[in-house]
């Protein structure tokens, strides 16, 4: 066996880290996609990296996902510029 697949079955893979920023919730919701209870938020940077066309669309964004399974979640960030 390598030594890259010995390394995947002795061990569990990592869960990759993200850079983002915690948003606390006022009340306790669930999540849809995993059913957990969250009180916080993580919001992550969108960059877009490739396009092939002229585009439109703006060069940066947020993405909203639940702490617990990094589903995105549909919420508005009021007031972000």
Known sequence: MSGWS???????VPKPTLDLAEYALETPLNCHHCKQVI?????VRLLRTKVNFI????????VIVCPACNGILS??????A
Do not use: Y
């Not at 585009?55 to 947020?62: A, D, K, M, Q, V």
């Open 75 to 80: 919420a508005d960030l009021g007031g972000m």
């Open 6 to 12: 010995q390394l995947m079955t002795d061990h569990e």
């Open 55 to 62: 585009s439109t669309l703006p060069r940066r964004g947020h």
């Open 39 to 43: 009180s916080v938020l993580h919001v």
